[in-house]
């Protein structure tokens, strides 16, 4: 027959609540997506400019 000698002390379990509130969005003012020009004139094909490797500034 075994003993259990080492009793452990009980620590009762915690829930924290950490509550972020944001105002509308978090990247609503990031990016703007227009599939048409000032004349109402639908794009169906992608610009696309020539590929550069530069530092952007944020």
């Known amino acids: 027959m075994k003993t259990n000698t080492s009793i452990k002390k009980y620590s009762m379990p ?3 609540v950490i509550v972020v ?13 227009q599939p048409y020009n000032s004349n ?3 794009f169906e094909e992608w610009d696309e400019e020539p590929k550069t490797d530069r530092a952007i500034d944020w």
């Open 40 to 42: 109402y004139e639908i």
């Open 21 to 33: 509130e944001a105002e509308n969005g978090i990247a609503v003012g990031s990016a703007r997506v």
């Open 14 to 16: 915690r829930i924290e």
